[in-house]
């Protein structure tokens, strides 16, 4: 059975940092690339960033210098440090491990909020 447990949201002030972590299980977790989603209020889910089972990254353009993808392949977790929070950052956060584009799981999502 896979499960991907996403934990770290909580309520931050703005220009705080919050750190997420999702840990797998049931997965071949070196294989598969690695992204965090997220969606707030009233839109739709949208990619944050994403770890290629090379550790190749990429992020979206409104998180860049501020947010960081990491994995830890021994532990089967991904981590997404969140610097310099905004309140725009506002959002359910989703894990998401993908392989090759047809195996897709996601986790249950941590909410993140961003207010002072």
């Keep these: 059975q896979v499960q991907l447990v996403d934990t770290g949201g909580g309520l931050v002030q703005p220009g705080g940092s919050l750190k997420l972590s999702c840990t797998s299980s049931g997965i071949t977790f070196s294989l598969y690339d690695m992204g965090w989603y997220r969606q707030g209020p009233g839109k739709k889910r949208?990619?944050?960033?994403?770890?290629?089972?090379?550790?190749?990254?990429?992020y979206?353009?409104?998180?860049?210098?501020?947010?960081?993808?990491?994995?830890?392949n021994g532990k089967k977790t991904v981590y997404l440090q969140m610097n310099t929070l905004e309140?725009?950052?506002t959002a359910v956060y989703y894990c998401n491990a993908n392989l090759n584009g047809v195996l897709d799981y996601w986790g249950q999502g941590t909410q993140v909020t961003v207010s002072a």
């Design 46 to 58: 949208e990619l944050v960033a994403r770890i290629t089972s090379g550790e190749s990254t990429n």
């Design 60 to 72: 979206a353009d409104s998180v860049k210098g501020r947010f960081t993808i990491s994995r830890d």
């Design 87 to 89: 309140p725009g950052d």
